[in-house]
Every structure is written in structure tokens, then in C-alpha cells.
């Protein structure tokens, strides 16, 4: 499906006022159900119109295009009216997780040289207490009082009363800057992620194809927008298709998510493997008498799906759970299981037409199947990240021969499916063996008394690295010599002898980040007594 009018790239326009000029303009584009389960219906052409004014405030405020905005909120109307509002002007717009704290906004904000941000005023000492080290912040933008507290501290109601309701959209090309995300590795500071417009191609393009969504469904994707699955399929591949989507400003409540699901019709539901384990959880009455017949297709992205939590969903729900693999510097959906082909429980999938993964070995040769090695991407795809931020060298090492190094290490089997095995830095050598943290995880969670788990590799004088898995169990059950022993001869029956953990280690919980990726470096750093590095995008 082309969705480009003549030479107009600008990914706000396309989600707004292209969808009214195809006659979308009452149609329902997003039903906002608040924490306090009240309903509002923006259509189309609401969308378009706010977006509009505050396009027309920015504008009003001196920004210019590739200046950059970030907006930090929770999930709210505003945060889609700001983010496509920016983009129609050309305006950068970065989205930031509304529980980071004063240094992971320092961070971010002073390494953008952000012009303004967007909030709420419950957040707003975060930024005031960091605003003196921030010389380009010129305009903190509050959402929630209604007149401006000083020449800096705006209010987003006043201005937007102030603003007009036109706007036409430059026209915009392809490789414009667009959306930038910050993401954390293993080591030194965040970096800005940078995409540019022409990413709605690919996100467009996936969104019909993988997460088979048309316009006359229903569709629900539970990311936070601080996360690139919240950008790219929470707002704007939806949106350029004209899908009506349920956005939700709580956090997670089993009975209150399936009361959604059935109660606002959801059609197809995308979400993370930790929301899925979570639910997998919860007493299994809890689920009996819900009506889920309109629900055809669930969704999983952020940590590989756990290929018991595809067998509960089976024996629970009576769906499929098809896991999608991408990062936030690919912008899209690039490996993926997807109706139509057969899920293969614990795999990646397949890619998709035009993406050209390789395996590829630390020395540079091409493997073949069944070997492991780094997964690697050729270069060329409309969503990728255009470089990092200020970073060059950091996105340049990322770059080989036509390749990007994705950091992920896989597998590819002779029909052509991937397999997860892990980071680049979390595989486990142990005594000469490669083990898949993943895969332990995987059978840990198969024993009824471990909710959470996660696995590291740590060093060994023997064995140069050995297992050490950390385990969060169920409330109502108990560590003890006989269920460690149990866990033992679980691992080496279910994975192997190697894979068994040499240390079994009881925690309150397992550290995870928003996206719902076990945070194993934590894990490692904490068992070794070393510094976390950047812990900002921590679940709390």
C-alpha cells in the first residue's frame, strides 16, 4: 500500500490531515480511557486539528524546523497531539519515559540540546531542578495549568487556545530528521537514536503486512510512547492506515486489561513478553467468561517470547501469540512470526520481504545455518536510525561492509527461521560451551514455582564463565534444598548438563527495562559489585 501523495514524506501530515482528505475525518482515530476508566473518541480530524494548533504554537514560540522537543508524559491525548504536532512543523521530536529521574533527563536533554519539553506539572521540579544546566532549554511546555507561570514554564492549554486550527504541513522529504529515541547499552552514556520521515514506509508497511491491521479493526498496543514500539506502532503505523486504536492511561491490571480487550472490541493486541508472563501469573479463573471473539491476532515485542507463555495463551485464551523482533535503531519490524506461518515456539521468525539478515562471525565471514554468530542487517531499509546523535563513531561502529551490527547474537536453521540466542555480551562460555541465557530462562520458567528469572554468565576459574541464574518465585511457595534440587535436574533434563546453573540466586524481583527486556548487565554488575551504568530506563 503506497501511502505517499506526490512528495509529501511528512509522517504528521500522513496521520492526520491525509486521512481526513480520504474522507477519514469523522472516523474514530483513538479512544483515550482514562486510569479512572473514563472515555473520550478523538476522531480524525480532533487529531488533526489539535496537532494543528500546537504545530502553530511552536511556531509562534520561534522553533524551527530541526529544532528539537521532547515531550516527557505519561501516556495522555496530549503526548499524540504534541508528537505529530512537532512533526508536521519538522520539528524533532524525542519522547521520554515519564518515571526517569533528574540525571537520566539531564542525560538526554543536555546531549540534544533540546529547545523545549513537553510535561505534566506533577513532573515538573524534575526538569526546574536541572533546568540551570541546560542552557538550550528555552521553554518548558506544562500540560495541565491553565496560564503561563513564567517567561519558560508555559502553559500547553493557554497556548494552543491561543493558536490557529490551520496548518499545512511543509512539504517534507524523505530523509527529514524526524523522531529521535535514546537508548542505553552496557556501557558509557544513552544514545539519541535518529530516524527521519521516509520510516513510515517501513512502519506502514508492517503494520498491514505483520500486525495485519485494516481499517476496520480495532487495535491496541499497550507501549509506553518513551519506547520506539510506542512511536512506530502506537502512533504512526496505525495512524497512516486510518486504524482506530484504544490507548489506555493505567498500568497494568489484569482484570481491568481484559475487561478492555472485551469491552472496546479489540481486534488485534500487541504488547510485551513481561505484560504476557505477567498475566500468565494470575489465577486462570480470572479469565473464565470473558467474550474474546473479536480479538484475532496477539502481538509480543521488547524480550524473545518465552515459548511457554505461547502455551498458555493456547490452553488460556485460545489465540496465538506471534513475537516480532526489532530495535529501536531499525524503527520496524524486521524478523517476525506472523499469521501465515507456522510458529515454531521460542524462534524469531522469519524476516520479512527485502530484509537481508546475515550471521555473521567476530572476524567478519558470512556463517552459514546452524551456526552462531552476530545477527547482522544489510543496510538499506527506510526505518533504519540515519546515526546517533552527536555519537558518530558510536553509529559507525555499528556499520561494517554494508552491515549493521545489531548487537544480538542468532541463529538461522535450514528452513530459514531465526533463533534469539542472546546480547553479543550475554552469551555464556561455559567450558567451551555457548549457552543462550534466553533458553535457561525459558526452562526455569517452566516449573511452577519460579515467576521470574534471569541468567548471566559469571567468571569462573575452571570453567571460565558459569551459569548463575536469578530467581523470583511465586508468593506462595518457598525456597529449599528440595526445590533447588528440583530446579537442577529440571534445567539439565529440559536444556543440559552444561546449561545448569552453578549458583541459584533468591531475589525480590528481576530488573527489567520499560520495554520489557531483562536487564542482565544489571544482574552481572550487581553480582559483581561493579557500577550499574545507566539504570534510567529501569522498571521500578
Known sequence: MNIIRGDQYNIGHICTRQQCDLGRGDKVAFRWVSSHQERTNYTFSDLDRESNRFANALQLLGFDAGDILFTF?????????????????????????????????????????????????????????????????????????????????????????????????????????????????????????????????????TTSEVLNLTTSDIFWCTADQGWVTGTSYGIIGPWSLGVTQVHYGGGYDAKLWFDLLQN?????????????????????????????????????????????????????????????????????????????????????????????????????????????????????????FVTYLNNESAYNSKIKNGYYYTGDTAVRDDDGFYWFKGRSDDVINTAGHLISPFEVESVLLEIEEIAESGVIGAPDELLYEKVVAFVYLHKQFTWSKELEVKVRLHVSNRASSIATPQEIIIVDSVPKNKSGKIMRRVLKARYLGQDTGDISTLEE
Not at 515456539?345 to 537481508?356: A, R
Request: charged share 20%; net charge negative.
Open 73 to 205: 508524559l505519561p501516556k495522555t491525548p496530549e503526548q499524540f497531539f504534541s508528537f505529530l504536532g512537532a512533526l508536521k512543523f519538522q520539528v524533532i521530536c524525542g519522547t521520554l519515559f515519564s518515571n526517569f529521574g533528574d540525571d537520566a533527563l539531564l542525560d538526554r536533554l543536555g546531549d540534544a540540546k533540546a529547545k523545549g519539553i513537553v510535561t505534566k506539572k506533577s513532573l515538573l521540579k524534575k526538569i526546574t531542578r536541572i533546568k540551570d544546566q541546560l542552557p538550550s532549554l528555552e521553554y518548558i511546555i506544562v500540560t495541565d495549568i491553565e496560564e503561563h507561570q513564567s517567561q519558560d514554564i508555559l502553559s500547553y492549554p493557554a497556548l494552543v487556545r491561543q493558536a490557529s486550527d490551520d496548518f499545512t504541513a511543509p512539504i517534507t522529504a524523505p530523509v527529514t530528521p524526524s523522531v529521535l529515541h535514546y537508548t542505553s547499552g552496557s556501557t558509557g552514556k544513552p544514545k539519541g537514536v535518529l530516524h527521519v520521515h521516509h520510516s513510515i514506509l517501513h512502519q506502514s508497511r
Open 264 to 384: 472496546e472490541a479489540v481486534t488485534i493486541w500487541y504488547s510485551a513478553p513481561t505484560a504476557l508472563r505477567m498475566l500468565m501469573r494470575e489465577d486462570s479463573e480470572l479469565y473464565k467468561g470473558y467474550d474474546l471473539g473479536t480479538l484475532r491476532h496477539i502481538f509480543s515485542v521488547g524480550e524473545p517470547l518465552n515459548p511457554e507463555v505461547i502455551s498458555w495463551s493456547r490452553a488460556t485464551i485460545g489465540k496465538d501469540i506471534y513475537d516480532t523482533w526489532f530495535q529501536t535503531e531499525t524503527g520496524g519490524i524486521m524478523i517476525t512470526n506472523r499469521p501465515g506461518l507456522e510458529i515454531r515456539p521460542g524462534s524469531m521468525g522469519t524476516p520479512l520481504n527485502g530484509i537481508e539478515p546475515e550471521i555473521i562471525a567476530d572476524d567478519g565471514k558470512i556463517l552459514g545455518n546452524n551456526q552462531q554468530g552476530n545477527l547482522c542487517l544489510k543496510t538499506g531499509w527506510s526505518s533504519m
